[in-house]
């Protein structure tokens, strides 16, 4: 049985209920048109940053990736060809490393292995630090089984693909071949090199995108309030007319907002054109109502003194009656 959840206050709204735009919104309205002003530029600015890094990253791994694989493709073919044919023939040096390692011009880091009947053999990679000595350059260390495992996995399409082979190895580009003696051979380059450039674009390119944010985020705050300078000017005006007393005696409405910020070609201008004929009608019906407190005062005063003798006799023949009533004559 589920039990009712509790009422929500009125007037109040769940905060789980409320929508991140909402929320988004609210938060904007408490801002000044400065700093929304600034944000926007610096969003749209770093917006801009991550699209062009993304971009230049992606590209920048595509082409390096395109150029492992074309080593890779001519690493493979040099290993296929010592492998197929007779090491003498193919011009192994004395004491080179065994399998396809032992071809001219393997570079350092190079993996090969050979697949017969699912059992990894000969897999190696060449390691100068192995070498001791040895003439021609490069030495062979074994793939541990973990990672000779790894390699069976590596389908014989001769398409290069991405593997991890964890420990020192790490990201490798391996592609299989099927032999002429019916063996899979799977040949890798390491990827580090590749990655090492990448994650230094990565870092330059987050610091470039940092310091043009901040950069860019006191600049537009400088030309904002520049831009802005006039709207504070119309501000000050309105403010200074609100504080008049309008509502009685004498009003001289004489604040106007400068001509140079009444420019009807500029946002700020037109508000400062439509506040400066809002005061002007403002002070024509101050003006008429001024003119129009004169006319009643004036009347006023008219009116009194030409009461004033009237009622002066009037007041004089009461007295006369109420004291002789018998020598009023009777009308």
């Not at 049985?1 to 919104?25: H, S």
């Not at 062979?140 to 089984?145: G, H, K, S």
Request: aromatic share 2%; with cysteine.
């Amino acid at each position: 049985m589920t039990q009712p959840q509790a009422a929500t206050p009125p007037g109040t709204t769940p905060l789980r209920a409320t929508p991140l735009r909402a929320r988004l919104t609210a938060a904007a309205r408490g801002m000044t048109l400065r700093r929304r002003l600034v944000l926007s530029v610096v969003g749209l600015l770093a917006l801009a940053s991550i699209l062009i890094g993304t971009v230049s990253i992606l590209a920048l791994r595509a082409s390096l990736v395109q150029e492992v694989d074309q080593q890779l493709q001519a690493t493979a073919a040099r290993s296929s060809n010592l492998i197929d044919r007779d090491a003498d023939q193919y011009g192994s040096f004395p004491g080179a490393p065994p399998g396809g390692l032992g071809a001219f011009g393997q570079q350092v880091g190079t993996i090969s292995a050979t697949i017969v009947d699912g059992v990894v053999s000969g897999g190696y990679i060449a390691d100068r630090d192995a070498a001791e000595g040895e003439p021609g350059g490069a030495g062979a260390v074994e793939l541990t089984q973990v990672q000779s495992q790894q390699l069976q996995s590596v389908p014989t399409d001769g398409i290069p693909r991405t593997v991890d082979l964890g420990g020192a190895l790490g990201r490798y580009r391996l592609v299989g071949d099927t032999a002429a003696t019916g063996a899979t051979l799977v040949t890798g380059l390491p990827m580090k090199p590749a990655d090492d450039v990448v994650e230094q674009l990565i870092v330059v390119i987050s610091v470039v995108a940092a310091l043009t944010l901040a950069l860019a985020a006191v600049l537009g705050a400088v030309i904002v309030r520049r831009a802005l300078r006039p709207l504070d000017r119309v501000v000050d005006t309105a403010t200074h007319v609100a504080a008049l007393e309008l509502d009685r005696g004498d009003v001289a409405l004489e604040a106007r907002v400068p001509a140079s910020d009444t420019d009807e070609r500029t946002e700020v201008g037109r508000v400062g054109a439509a506040l400066n004929g809002l005061l002007g009608h403002v002070a024509a019906a101050l003006s008429s109502r001024q003119a129009s407190e004169a006319k009643v005062r004036r009347f006023v005063s008219d009116a009194s003194h030409e009461l004033r003798t009237p009622l002066a006799s009037i007041r004089g023949y009461a007295e006369l009656t109420r004291r002789v009533p018998t020598s009023c004559p009777r009308t």
